[in-house]
């Protein structure tokens, strides 16, 4: 199965966006998850999406957390995307209607 991937969305002298890129990569180094920094604002998609509302970190695409999270949390919602992964797969697996 593919490995989750960790979408940080940051921006540079930021503290709260560094301490966040801290406990992502070592989460992502425990449980193996893929990780992108991407910079708020280098990316005018983004800079409307989130503005200053950084740090956000993405799970898979999905919006997961803003501005600061824990270790134990970011272990949770990984474990949930990788339950969902799975089913994902089952129900294509299966042909299943979602």
């Known amino acids: 199965m593919e490995e ?5 969305i940051t ?3 930021c503290h709260l ?3 966040m890129e801290e406990v992502v990569r070592r989460v992502a180094e425990r449980l193996p998850a893929r990780v992108e920094v991407r910079d708020v604002d280098a990316d005018e998609d983004l800079r409307r999406s989130y ?3 950084v740090p ?3 799970i898979d695409g999905r919006k997961a957390f ?3 999270l824990t270790a134990a949390q970011l272990e949770g919602r990984l474990q949930a ?5 799975r089913l994902a ?9 979602r």
Not at 4 to 8: D, G, I, K, Q, S
Not at 81 to 85: G, L, P, T, V
């Open 51 to 53: 503005g200053e509302q």
């Open 11 to 13: 921006r540079h002298e």
């Open 81 to 85: 995307a990788r339950r969902r992964r």
């Open 56 to 58: 956000v970190l993405l």
């Open 66 to 68: 803003k501005y600061r």
């Open 4 to 8: 989750p991937v960790l979408t940080l």
């Open 17 to 19: 966006c560094e301490e």
């Open 89 to 97: 797969g089952l129900r294509r697996l299966l042909s299943l209607p």
